[in-house]
Protein backbone atom coordinates (compact mmCIF):
# COMPACT_ATOMS: atom_id res chain seq x y z
CA UNK A 1 0.00 0.00 0.00
CA UNK A 2 1.53 3.58 -0.95
CA UNK A 3 1.08 5.91 1.44
CA UNK A 4 1.46 9.96 0.75
CA UNK A 5 2.48 12.58 3.06
CA UNK A 6 2.72 16.00 2.91
CA UNK A 7 4.71 18.31 5.62
CA UNK A 8 5.86 21.83 5.93
CA UNK A 9 3.52 23.97 5.09
CA UNK A 10 2.18 27.18 7.55
CA UNK A 11 1.13 30.46 7.52
CA UNK A 12 3.81 33.09 5.96
CA UNK A 13 3.60 36.96 5.10
CA UNK A 14 3.24 37.32 1.42
CA UNK A 15 7.58 37.54 0.16
CA UNK A 16 8.50 34.88 2.27
CA UNK A 17 9.85 31.67 1.31
CA UNK A 18 8.49 28.27 2.37
CA UNK A 19 9.90 24.19 1.34
CA UNK A 20 7.00 21.75 1.54
CA UNK A 21 8.12 17.95 1.30
CA UNK A 22 6.01 14.96 0.31
CA UNK A 23 7.94 11.49 1.54
CA UNK A 24 6.02 8.34 -0.22
CA UNK A 25 6.12 4.94 1.20
CA UNK A 26 5.10 1.41 -0.09
CA UNK A 27 6.27 1.60 -3.65
CA UNK A 28 8.91 2.16 -5.89
CA UNK A 29 9.60 5.85 -5.89
CA UNK A 30 12.41 5.83 -7.93
CA UNK A 31 9.68 4.66 -10.84
CA UNK A 32 7.00 7.33 -10.11
CA UNK A 33 6.22 10.55 -12.07
CA UNK A 34 5.69 13.19 -8.89
CA UNK A 35 3.29 15.75 -8.81
CA UNK A 36 2.43 19.20 -6.89
CA UNK A 37 -1.43 20.37 -6.58
CA UNK A 38 -3.42 23.06 -5.37
CA UNK A 39 -6.72 23.76 -4.24
CA UNK A 40 -7.84 27.17 -2.40
CA UNK A 41 -11.23 27.30 -0.92
CA UNK A 42 -14.13 27.29 -3.39
CA UNK A 43 -11.78 26.79 -6.41
CA UNK A 44 -10.96 23.97 -8.38
CA UNK A 45 -7.76 21.83 -8.07
CA UNK A 46 -4.91 23.07 -9.86
CA UNK A 47 -1.92 21.80 -11.30
CA UNK A 48 1.28 23.71 -9.79
CA UNK A 49 4.66 21.76 -10.83
CA UNK A 50 5.28 17.89 -11.67
CA UNK A 51 8.91 16.11 -12.12
CA UNK A 52 9.15 13.01 -13.84
CA UNK A 53 10.97 10.00 -12.37
CA UNK A 54 14.26 10.60 -14.07
CA UNK A 55 15.58 13.11 -12.77
CA UNK A 56 15.91 16.12 -14.59
CA UNK A 57 12.51 16.60 -16.17
CA UNK A 58 9.93 18.93 -15.25
CA UNK A 59 7.51 21.13 -15.58
CA UNK A 60 5.54 24.09 -13.40
CA UNK A 61 2.52 26.18 -14.38
CA UNK A 62 2.86 30.02 -15.40
CA UNK A 63 1.59 31.07 -12.04
CA UNK A 64 4.67 29.83 -10.11
CA UNK A 65 7.10 29.73 -13.13
CA UNK A 66 10.54 31.78 -11.71
CA UNK A 67 9.04 31.37 -8.24
CA UNK A 68 8.52 27.37 -7.28
CA UNK A 69 11.08 24.97 -7.71
CA UNK A 70 10.30 21.01 -7.84
CA UNK A 71 12.63 18.34 -7.27
CA UNK A 72 13.27 15.01 -5.64
CA UNK A 73 15.70 13.16 -3.85
CA UNK A 74 15.26 9.39 -4.57
CA UNK A 75 17.37 8.21 -1.82
CA UNK A 76 14.88 10.16 0.89
CA UNK A 77 11.74 9.00 -0.92
CA UNK A 78 11.10 12.48 -1.03
CA UNK A 79 9.62 15.17 -3.39
CA UNK A 80 10.12 18.57 -2.37
CA UNK A 81 8.81 22.17 -3.38
CA UNK A 82 10.33 24.86 -2.43
CA UNK A 83 8.02 28.47 -3.13
CA UNK A 84 9.57 31.59 -3.18
CA UNK A 85 8.24 35.29 -2.97
CA UNK A 86 4.95 34.11 -2.09
CA UNK A 87 2.12 35.35 -2.89
CA UNK A 88 -1.37 35.77 -1.06
CA UNK A 89 -3.00 33.50 -4.24
CA UNK A 90 -0.67 31.34 -3.45
CA UNK A 91 -3.05 30.33 -0.16
CA UNK A 92 -4.31 26.91 -0.62
CA UNK A 93 -3.84 23.53 0.70
CA UNK A 94 -1.21 21.86 -1.34
CA UNK A 95 -1.40 18.25 -2.92
CA UNK A 96 1.33 15.50 -3.50
CA UNK A 97 0.71 12.89 -5.98
CA UNK A 98 2.06 9.84 -7.59
CA UNK A 99 2.17 8.44 -10.39
CA UNK A 100 2.77 4.88 -12.21
CA UNK A 101 2.12 5.72 -15.87
CA UNK A 102 4.07 9.05 -16.75
CA UNK A 103 3.97 12.88 -15.35
CA UNK A 104 2.50 15.97 -16.01
CA UNK A 105 0.03 18.57 -15.35
CA UNK A 106 -3.22 16.63 -15.17
CA UNK A 107 -4.26 15.19 -11.65
CA UNK A 108 -5.53 11.83 -13.67
CA UNK A 109 -2.45 11.04 -14.34
CA UNK A 110 -1.91 9.96 -10.81
CA UNK A 111 -3.03 7.11 -8.45
CA UNK A 112 -1.50 8.30 -5.11
CA UNK A 113 -2.56 11.13 -3.16
CA UNK A 114 -1.57 12.48 0.46
CA UNK A 115 -4.13 14.47 2.59
CA UNK A 116 -2.64 17.91 1.59
CA UNK A 117 -0.67 20.67 3.83
CA UNK A 118 -2.05 24.04 4.05
CA UNK A 119 0.04 26.66 2.98
CA UNK A 120 -1.53 30.52 3.99
CA UNK A 121 0.09 33.70 2.61
CA UNK A 122 -0.88 36.94 4.65
CA UNK A 123 -0.40 40.56 3.94
Known amino acids: QVHVVESGGGLVEAGASLTLSCTIS????????LGWFRQAPGQEREFVAA????????MTSDSVKGRFTVSRDNSRNTLYLQMNLLRLEDTGMYYC????????????????WGRGTQVTVSS
Open 51 to 58: MSSQIGHS
Open 26 to 33: GGTFSSYG
Open 97 to 112: AAGEDGWGSSAKQYSF
